[in-house]
């Protein structure tokens, strides 16, 4: 089935523990994203990678880190999980970057740092 | 900065008609998107304005007017499926997408 899958689906952690968030698409898209979404706030992007091998920060990059070593797989790290990196984790690809590139996004995870 | 403004909720008998709002100020314009988030649920997409003017796809239509810096999107016919959160969103002058809180679409029968 195509589409994207991220792994978990929730997770509860301790503070200063390291987590990883996977997210994989078969889309082949060029484009793949990771945001937080948080009650009453909108999508905010943590990184984004325009094609395997870049990537960038987004408005909210604090305390994570991305790497994109091939076209399917966007994983997101958490170094060390603090308190205020409680959120929904939403991973999203799209063909490319341009103008009107529909956005299509996983399941999501439900983070809590305790 | 960059601001996108939705009402935070809206109430609406099923088999009416609804219009969310969304007024935005944003470094560049590069389009703007709606979708919908059922609760739990990942968003998905519903349409893309560029050009002013009506966009209809089927139950749903979107409206925008870049010179106000408005859009709409008009729900008809409601049924208690569209009981979602609508997500406005813009792609400013770098491509990146700028999300407005999300309105709640409640619907009553």
């Known amino acids: 089935i195509a589409g994207i899958t991220q792994a978990p689906t929730s997770q509860i952690l301790a503070a200063g523990r390291r987590m990883t968030l996977r997210c994989t698409q078969d889309?082949?898209?060029?484009?793949m994203y990771w945001y937080r979404q948080d009650l009453g706030l909108g999508l905010r992007l943590i990184h984004y990678?325009?094609?395997?091998?870049?990537?960038g920060k987004g408005e909210v990059p604090d305390g994570y880190s991305v790497s994109r070593a091939n076209t399917d797989d966007f994983p997101l790290t958490l170094a060390s999980a603090v308190p205020s990196q409680t959120s929904v984790y939403f991973c999203?690809?799209?063909?490319?970057?341009?103008?009107?590139?529909?956005?299509?996004f996983g399941p999501g995870t439900r983070l809590t740092v305790l | 900065g960059q601001n996108i403004d939705q009402p935070t909720e809206m109430t609406a008998t099923e088999g009416a008609i609804v219009q969310i709002n969304c007024t935005y100020q944003?470094?560049?314009?590069?389009?703007l998107f709606w979708y919908q988030q059922h609760a739990g649920e990942a968003p998905t997409f519903l349409s893309y304005?560029?050009l002013d003017g009506l966009e209809e796809k089927g139950r749903f239509s979107s409206f925008l007017s870049r010179s106000k810096g408005y859009s709409y999107l008009l729900l008809k016919e409601l049924q208690m499926k569209d009981s979602a959160s609508y997500l406005c969103?813009?792609?400013?002058?770098?491509?990146?997408?700028?999300w407005g809180a999300g309105t709640k679409l409640i619907i009553k029968p």
């Open positions: 999203a690809s799209s063909e490319g970057r341009g103008a009107d590139n529909e956005q299509f």
């Open positions: 889309m082949r898209h060029n484009a």
């Open positions: 990678s325009n094609t395997a091998g870049t990537t």
């Open positions: 944003t470094s560049g314009f590069n389009g």
């Open positions: 304005n560029v």
């Open positions: 969103a813009v792609s400013d002058s770098n491509y990146q997408l700028i």
